[in-house]
Nanobody, 117 residues
Framework: QGQLVESGGGLVQPGGSLRLSCAAS????????MRWYRQAPGKERELVAT????????TYADSVKGRFTISRDNTKNTVYLQMNSLKPEDTAVYYC??????????WGQGTQVTVSS
């Protein structure tokens, strides 16, 4: 069974930056497309960013395009989300996941990001 541990969240002022990390174990990380999602209070979970197996292809939700950057290190079994120019509407719990784990219903504990002055 795979395991995902997200970290790096916190409280930041509007316009600030954070870098999230997601450490993976229990599955072949380098063989999986990785995704970051977020869930704001009272809202459904939404897909934020996707990165290909080798990291050479990325896609983003329109709401974060140009501000967020997803990357991965297959030697460390870790995926990252660099978030710049943060806005209050980016406030959410952020999760990483793979397609397979998501379909089994598995989600990590997530990491809280709060953007507020």
């Amino acid at each position: 069974q795979g395991q995902l541990v997200e970290s790096g969240g916190g409280l930041v002022q509007p316009g600030g930056s954070l870098r999230l990390s997601c450490a993976a174990s229990g599955f072949i990380f380098k063989a999986n497309v990785m995704r970051w999602y977020r869930q704001a209070p009272g809202k459904e979970r939404e897909l934020v960013a996707t990165i290909s197996i080798r990291g050479d292809s990325t896609t983003y939700a329109d709401s974060v395009k140009g501000r967020f950057t997803i990357s991965r290190d297959n030697t460390k079994n870790t995926v990252y989300l660099q978030m710049n120019s943060l806005k209050p509407e980016d406030t959410a719990v952020y999760y990483c996941n793979t397609n397979y784990l998501a379909t089994t219903g598995y989600w990590g504990q997530g990491t809280q990001v709060t953007v507020s002055s």
